[in-house]
């Protein structure tokens, strides 16, 4: 039986995952196909069900549905419960599983930079889904979260809904600068410096990058952002959202497959893809 595996996903077009997925299942000779499907809102709980047909092995969620998916599922886990989101579907005895693999398949790309960022200082920018599973990913990973986005009264409710697992310092205009100098870490998660949204712009004035920290931008098209360029050019050690996109997919392939997932592969057809856009 040829499994499926499937993307639920508003609009489908664009992704990486099934150039990712597709490269995994040939490397290892696994029966299966990945594919992305447009599921409007109203159709998200028919498109749930259908996952309960033996042929599919599992399903990723993304935009815009990562929360409103959580009602039609019949458990989530620990992960999934604390970044509040849902990214992966299991099929199990027990029925359809939700988790999240962004905070662990983050941390996964961080230990690639060489960054542990237990005790360290960490500086994040947004207060939207990324943001939320970095600062759950850095909490759980015993850093010091600093949050700071361009709509601060987002910010203060995404620290207030994350108290249960730690503690999320809010950071005012004025204060931002001085922090992202002295941070170990700076984690770009908003949607400024991407494609097709706001390509160009950096969240930060010119020259502000940490003195002696890491820089990590969530975005991946493009490859570097002026933000990440700034970085670079200053010495500091960088990294795009690549590697978070692929680490996060090989967990989840881990998870529908029981086995461990071909990373190298999996880049390599991310990498080929973004270059073919
Ligand atoms: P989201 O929930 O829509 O949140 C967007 C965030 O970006 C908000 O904090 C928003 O601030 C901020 N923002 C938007 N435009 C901005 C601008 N021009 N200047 C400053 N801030 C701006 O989106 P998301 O899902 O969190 O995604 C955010 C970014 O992370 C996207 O670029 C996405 O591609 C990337 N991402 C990457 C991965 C990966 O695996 N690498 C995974 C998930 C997301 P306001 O609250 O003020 O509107």
């Known amino acids: 039986m040829t499994r499926r595996v499937l993307l ?3 609009p489908a077009g664009h992704s990486l995952s099934p150039a990712m997925h597709e490269a995994a299942f040939a490397a290892l000779g696994i029966d299966a196909s990945y594919r992305a499907v447009d599921v409007p809102p109203e159709g998200l709980e028919r498109a749930v069900a259908e996952l309960r047909d033996p ?10 549905h990562k929360r409103a998916v959580i009602p039609w599922l019949d458990g989530l886990t620990e992960a999934a419960r ?3 989101a849902v990214n992966t ?3 199990t005895e027990a029925g ?3 988790d999240n693999t962004d905070a662990h398949g983050f941390l996964r790309g961080l230990a690639e930079l060489g960054v542990d960022p237990s005790g360290q200082r960490c500086v994040v920018l947004g207060a939207g889904g990324a943001a939320r599973a970095v600062a759950v990913a850095l909490l759980g990973a015993g850093a010091q979260v600093a949050l700071s986005n361009r709509t601060e009264a987002r910010a203060r409710e995404l620290a207030a809904d994350l108290e249960g697992i730690g503690q999320v310092a809010v950071l005012a205009p004025g204060a931002l600068e001085q922090a992202v100098r002295g941070a170990h870490l700076l984690v770009q998660a908003t949607s400024a410096g991407m494609q097709g949204v706001a390509e160009g712009v950096s969240p930060l004035p010119p020259g502000v990058v ?3 920290g ?12 002026p933000l990440l360029a700034a970085a670079r050019r200053a010495g500091r050690r960088t990294q795009n959202g690549l590697p978070m996109l692929v680490h ?16 190298e592969v999996m880049r390599r057809a991310a990498l080929e893809a973004l270059s073919a856009d």
């Open 8 to 10: 639920l996903a508003h």
């Open 55 to 64: 042929e599919v092995a599992g399903a990723n969620v993304t935009v815009p």
């Open 82 to 84: 604390r970044v509040g």
């Open 89 to 91: 579907i299991v099929p």
């Open 96 to 98: 359809l599983i939700g």
């Open 210 to 212: 940490p003195d002696d």
């Open 214 to 225: 890491a820089v990590v931008d969530l975005v991946y098209r493009p490859a570097e952002t």
């Open 248 to 263: 996060q997919g090989a967990l989840a392939f881990e998870r529908w497959f029981g086995r461990p997932a071909p990373v």
